[in-house]
Each structure stands twice: as C-alpha cells, then as structure tokens.
C-alpha cells in the first residue's frame, strides 16, 4: 500500500515536471565573428565543482561563442560575505553565477543596494529553494518566477522520487530518521516535503539536530537565531517527531505514554554529543536521510554507524551521497550547462532573471546509485536500475545526458 501511494505522488510530480519544461523554446543564436562585445561574468564555486564548471564554459561557448565572455572566479564564505559579492561587482561582472545558499543570500542582498535597473542579475546552480533563501515567495509559483534579479537551476531530484529510492532500498521501511542542521534552508525545505510524503505513505518520521559549527555560531547571535527560527512555517531549531513513529516505536504506549515520551526524547538530545544523537538515529530508525549541507566527515560517520547498525542511509546531495548507501546522483555538468543558457538569455536576449522560470536539470542527468560495500554488509542486491557508485564514477562522462544547445 505504501509503495503505491508513493508512486502514485511521484507520477504526479513527474506530470508537473513536464507541463514546466514545456513552453517556447528560447533562441540561442550566437555573436558574430566582427562583434567585439565581451560579457564579464562572476562566477562563485565554492566547492571547486570542476565539472559544474565545466558545463558552464561549454555552454556559455555554445550561446555567446568563443571569445564573447570573460569569467571572474570568486569566492563566498558566509551569507554575509557582501564584501567579496562587491569585489566581483568592482571587477566589471554583468551577471553572477553562485553555487551555494550562503553565496545566494549575500549576492541577493549586495544587489539590492542598487536601484532596480542597475541590479546585477543572479543565477543559483546549487540551491533547490531559491525562493526561500531570498527570505521571499515566488511571485508566480506555477512558473517559479521570482520576480526580482535572481532565477536558477534546482540540482536535486524530487523529494518524491528520493523517497521512492529509500523504499527500494529498505525491506520494511516503518521509520525514517531525518538528520539535519537548521541553518540549512535547502535542507529544512526538504525535510518539510519528505515529512509530507512519509506522512501520506503512513511512515513515521522523526529530525535529529546534528549541528554544524557554523549552527553553533548562528545561534549566539541573537538576530541570527531569530532568523533561523522563523526561517520555516515550522521552527527548524525544534525537532519533529510524527505520531506514527513513536507508535511504531512505542505500539504498547497509550497517547498520554507517547506525548511524555516525545517530550523526553527531545530532551535527551538537545545537548546531546554528535555520538549520541547518531547512534540514537541509528537504534530508532529503518533508515536515515541525511539531509544536505554535512561536510565528508560527518556524512561518513553517519553513514559508518548506520552500516555498523545494519541501518540503510540516503544521501540527498553529492557529499553525503558518496557515503551513504543509496542516492539519486545529479551531474553538475547538467546544472553548470543549464545556468550558461539563462545567463545568454539574460545579457544577449534582455531577458528580465525575475521573468525566467527557475528550472530543474535535466531528467537523465539523475542517475541511481548504490555503494557496492556497504550494501554487501547488509546483504542487500539492487536491480539493473541502480549503479555501483564506484564503477559509475570512473566510467561516466560529464554531460552524456545533457540536452545541449543545436541538438535539442
């Protein structure tokens, strides 16, 4: 019943996802050898994704033409590093391409200094809510427009077909653990949307609060704890727990039972050692998402207990993914080549950023896989579908499944 309940939501998104990428097709005609125009565009990459950028460049030679733009390379450390926003601003860029929600929000907020027609135009490869990092709501939600100087490429798979690959994975799956760090908006988004799923697929849920240094340094900020706080309908700092997982957990307990239980729960682990909240994930849960934003280490220490726990991991973005045992890998070539298209619509076409529909990659750039290794431990074999995360690394070519420009 579970399993068709949720194919039954991921058809319906794979239905919304082709009536958004129909439409008019936009024209890409490249610039004539004899004009000399050269765009300068910022480009901040934090994570050093080669391939990301590679998609770019490719793309951006596709459109513009060789010799018909000039990248700046920067970088942003914290949502509130305008400083190195203005340096590329200083430097001439026409247009800035970031990577990450923290270089989103500064970018966004640098921008807003200038007056609407001179505001540098922003183009996200790296967060999946755009519109909830600005702090705003899309001004047409059906099209995902924004409707200020800022559009983008969403890099990750549906929650939905995420759940789907969670399912597959795990023989019984009754109880999911949700890691995260609240000062992570991709990954509060997320969370809400995987909740609403496991909640219409009657699986239980419960957040554990793994917090980063930088959560940690937030939260001594009074203006900062607020704006984490209220950066969700739900606080993000408080952990939720549905009722259909202590029920599962607990069938013995009556609601009075469960409710004290809930309460104590979120108790034990509000000051709780990293260990502790981990191992307690892994003992409660059928399976743990681990939501994006985690460094390697932590990614693979939670993906190290969960194995040693015979527990099945989803890793929700390229970090995680590597370590856990399952994920829905996205090329970032896919991502890179989509964000050099709209930035060929916005300084050749004049096309207003706050009028283009922030996009997702492209189907076939989602590729199922599973760590050979791990799944071993648990005795676990996968369809033809899913690939061996290892094997596939070395062999896949950035871009195979990439629509590109002249031959879509």
Known sequence: M??????TVIAAALVA????????KTSYKPLEKDDDTVYTIGLVSDSGNEDMETGFN?????????????????????????????SLIDQGSQLIVIENWKALDAAYTQTQASSDDDKIPVVSTGVGDIAGTLGIEYNDADNRTTGVNVTGVIPYPSVSAQLSEMI?????????????SPENRDAVK???????????????????????SSYKSL??????????????????????????????????????ELLDWEKQAKKSLK???????????????DAIYISSG?????????????????KVTYGSDAVSGKQALVTLWADPYDSGYRAGEMAYQILVNKQDPGDISVSYQSDGSFQKLYNGSYAEVLGITFPKSFNEYSAFMKSYVPGTHTDKVGTK
């Open 271 to 285: 000051n709780a050692s990293d260990s502790k909240i981990i191992n307690t994930a892994v003992k409660q849960c």
């Open 2 to 7: 579970k399993k068709k309940i949720v194919s």
């Open 168 to 180: 597959e994975a795990t023989k019984k799956l009754r109880r999911v653990g949700i890691i995260y």
């Open 294 to 310: 985690f460094d390697e280490k932590t990614a693979k220490r939670i993906a190290r207990a969960a194995k040693n726990g015979d």
């Open 219 to 256: 939260m001594k900020n009074g203006v900062e704890a607020q704006a984490i706080k209220t950066s969700d309908d739900e606080d993000p700092t408080e952990p939720q727990i549905s009722d259909d997982f202590s029920k599962s957990l607990y069938p013995g307990f009556d609601d009075s």
């Open 58 to 86: 490719d793309a951006l030679t596709d459109t513009f033409g060789k010799g018909h733009f000039n990248i700046i390379k920067g970088s942003c450390t914290s949502k509130n590093d305008t400083d190195s926003i203005q």
């Open 17 to 24: 996802a082709c009536f958004s990428a129909c439409g008019k």
């Open 190 to 212: 997320n969370n809400r949307i995987l909740e609403n799923y496991l909640t219409e697929a009657g699986i239980g849920y419960r957040e554990y609060i793994l917090p980063t």
